[in-house]
Every structure is written in C-alpha cells, then in structure tokens.
C-alpha cells in the first residue's frame, strides 16, 4: 500500500477534529485524562504534605475524583468509541459532525469547569454539571434512534446503550447531590458509574470485538462469544452494584466469586495460543487483571463478614479501575487510533511504555492499600499515572491533529 509522507507540523490542524467522533472525543478524553490526574496528584500531595495544600472543594475531593474519571474522563473515549462503532455494526451510514461536536463540547467543557471549580471557581461545578449532562443526552439523543433504524438486532448495542443509560442515572444522582441531595446520591452514583456503566460497556466491547480480532490475526482461532456469557456477566455486574447500594457487603462474595470464575473463563477460552501481534496481547494481558480484581473483591468481602474490617480498603476497586479499566483503554484506544489514522496496525513505543508503566502504577496503587503512609504511595501512584501516559497522550494529539497517512477521509 501506497502511504503519504508522515504529517509535518505544518499539516497540524484543529479542524480534523471534527472528520471523525473518535478523533474528536479521543483527543478530548485523552486530554481530559492528564488534566484530571494533574489535579488529583496536586491535591493528593497536599494532604501529605501540608505546605503544597490546595483549595478544598465544596465536595469531597475524592469523591469529586471518582466522578470526572468516571462520567467524563472515560466516558469521553467510550461516547468516542461508540459513535464511530455504533453504525458500523447496524449497516447504517456514518454520523454527520453536528451529531458528535455537541458532545465533545459538553464533556469538554463539562470537565474544565469541574475542575475549575474544584480549584475555588464558585459557579465551576454547577456549570461543569450543566454541560456534562448536555453532552451525556446529546450521545444518548444520538445513537439511541439507530438502534430502532437497524433492520436486526445488535445486542452488544443494546447492552452498551443500556449502560448509558444506567450512566445518566448515575450522572442525575450527582447532580442530586451537588443540589444539596444526601451524600447517599454521591454514593449511589460512584457506585453506578463503576458497576452500570463502566464495566457493562467494557464487557459488551470485549466480548464482540476481543475474539473478533483474534479470529482476523491467528490462524486457526476459534472465537467463543455465545451471548448467555455476556448476559450472565451483565446480570453479575447488576447483582453486584445492587448489592453495593444496600451495602450488603458481607454478602458480596457470592456474586464476585461468580464473576472471578466467569471472567476466569472467558478470558481463558479467549486468550490466543501461538504467536499473536503485539496489539493483541496487550488486550488480554490487560484484561487478566478482571478476574484479579474480583479475586480481591471476594476476598474483600469474605474478610468483612468474618471481621467486619475492609481489610484491602480500595484495593480491589483500583486493580478494577486502573489494572483493567486503563490498561484496556490504552490497548483499545491504540489499536482503534492506529487503524483509523492509516498506520499499521503495531504497538508503537510509547504505547509499550504506557501499558507496561499502568501496570506498575497499578500495582503500586492496590499496595498502597496495605502500606504505612498509604497517603504517600498515593501520590506516587498519581505522578506514575501522569509519567505513564503523557508520552502517549503526545503521540495521540499529534495523530488526531493530523491527516490520515493513507490520504483517506475520516
């Protein structure tokens, strides 16, 4: 195939943004990712350290986090994601630009003023709430209506919408709660965006895109995705955000016990013997921190009934949020930029050293559960985040700035 020059910095423009939703939102999340963790390694340092302490928000700052990573940070990629997929999969044609350019200004600006007035802006959490909401109805407005146009039924589809749907729920209960709502509605609403929204979204993906990919790049792969598996995962992941918002933790064991050995097995009915290419592996390698994090839930739980002790804190959360959740974002999202770009479909060197480098930060973030002075290790973890993935945030803005390097549209 013939390719065009590599993209100069003359050839680097803002409107190619608007050629494609994943350029669009990609560069968005991925811009609002290192924005969101310089602020939560800022403040984090100031609780360790006095001196470097920084304003307080009306709302507790880490719950506050918990929201940006979840309702805006990845859910940037995940509307990005789905805009570009969502027609593929249904055979219908591709989405017009002022279908998606509301939704990267919403979950754009919703983010900088989120921040803004986390840092002492008065008005800055109440506007960022206003256009966090408009893009989260803008996305759902756009692609629900798809789903009745397709002539059959996509049920990976179905199920990723239902998750945004179960998303602006849990984005409503925040706004309950920044309306002076119980701190119960913040709680309900972390709990959803993790267990609603997050992780129905990244099975659904997984289970039509991992053995598809697999199938294409390994002679002799037999993909496995009978859809009982996604709907008993889906049901597992309902069992337990229901069980989190009684706070039954005692009795969670039951369901993530169910989900360990459910995702033990699709992972290991997936995994590809043989060679495979690099972009590949990484998928599976990130998400064989799924069953971990439940091994760490259950055991979480089994723990409590006998001691009523959270003895791993919020270990088991982060190897969920950063073991699975970032390591497969920063699998996907190379994989969808490097394909759609007109680049060969490799793991280029900062993408590596991203991948490799979240699972360290990973690690050091559930050991942190269990080390003297956790608030240090904290910080530490933060400042791996940002070293992990600024590189690779470079590269990435610099793609979605440019042209593709085929000379195709898109």
């Known amino acids: ?17 608007a050629q494609a939703p994943h350029r669009l939102l990609f560069f968005i999340g991925a811009s609002n990712l290192l924005l969101a963790m310089a602020w939560w390694a800022a403040w ?4 360790r350290w006095p001196a470097l302490s920084m304003p307080q928000p009306a709302q507790y700052a880490g719950w506050l986090h918990a929201f940006v990573m979840q309702y805006q940070v990845l859910a940037s990629f995940i509307f990005g994601f789905l805009l570009t997929v969502f ?3 249904m055979g219908l044609r591709e989405l017009e630009r002022w279908r998606y350019l509301p939704v990267g200004i919403g979950v754009f600006g ?3 003023a989120t921040l803004l007035g986390a840092m002492g802006w008065e008005a800055g959490i109440f506007v960022g709430l206003v256009m966090t909401l408009a893009g989260w109805i803008a996305v759902i407005a756009t692609i629900g209506p798809l789903l009745w146009r ?3 039924t996509t049920w990976h589809a179905r199920a990723c919408f239902a998750a945004l749907c179960m998303g602006l729920a849990g984005l409503l209960a925040w706004t309950a709660f920044v309306l002076g709502a119980s701190p119960l509605w913040a709680f309900a609403s972390m709990k959803i965006g993790g267990y609603g929204l997050l992780l129905p ?3 659904s993906v997984a289970h039509r895109m991992f053995p598809f990919f697999a199938s294409n790049v390994v002679p002799g792969y037999k993909p496995w995705k009978p859809l009982w598996v996604l709907a008993l995962a889906l049901a597992l992941c309902l ?3 229901a069980l989190e918002l009684v706070h039954a933790y005692a009795w969670l064991w039951m369901v993530d016990v169910a989900l360990l050995a459910l995702t033990g097995t699709m992972l290991w009915r997936w995994w590809p013997q043989g060679p495979k290419p690099a972009l590949l592996t990484v998928l599976f390698l990130g998400m064989a921190w799924l069953p971990l994090a439940f091994a760490l839930y259950a055991t979480q739980s089994i723990a409590y009934s006998l001691t009523g002790v959270f003895v791993l804190g919020r270990a088991p959360a982060h190897a969920l949020f950063i073991g699975f959740f970032g390591s497969v974002l920063v699998a996907m999202v190379t994989r969808v930029t490097q394909g759609h770009s007109g680049r060969a479909l490799v793991m280029p060197g900062v993408a590596w050293f991203a991948f490799i480098a979240i699972q360290v930060v990973a690690v050091l973030r559930v050991f942190a559960e269990v080390a003297p002075d956790p608030m240090r290790w904290h910080v530490i973890a933060a400042l791996g985040w940002l070293l992990a993935l600024t590189p690779w945030v470079a590269r990435l803005g610099w793609i979605y700035l440019s042209p593709r390097t085929d000379g195709k549209p898109g």
């Not at 195939?1 to 943004?17: D, F, K, Q, V």
């Not at 984090?44 to 609780?47: D, H, I, N």
């Open 239 to 241: 069992a337990h955000l």
């Open 201 to 203: 979204v990244y099975l």
């Open 150 to 152: 397709e002539k059959g």
């Open 1 to 17: 195939m013939n390719r065009l020059p590599a993209p100069s910095i003359a050839s680097l423009s803002p409107r190619l943004l």
């Open 44 to 47: 984090l340092a100031g609780q």
């Open 87 to 89: 027609p593929r999969w």
């Open 110 to 112: 919703g983010q900088l």
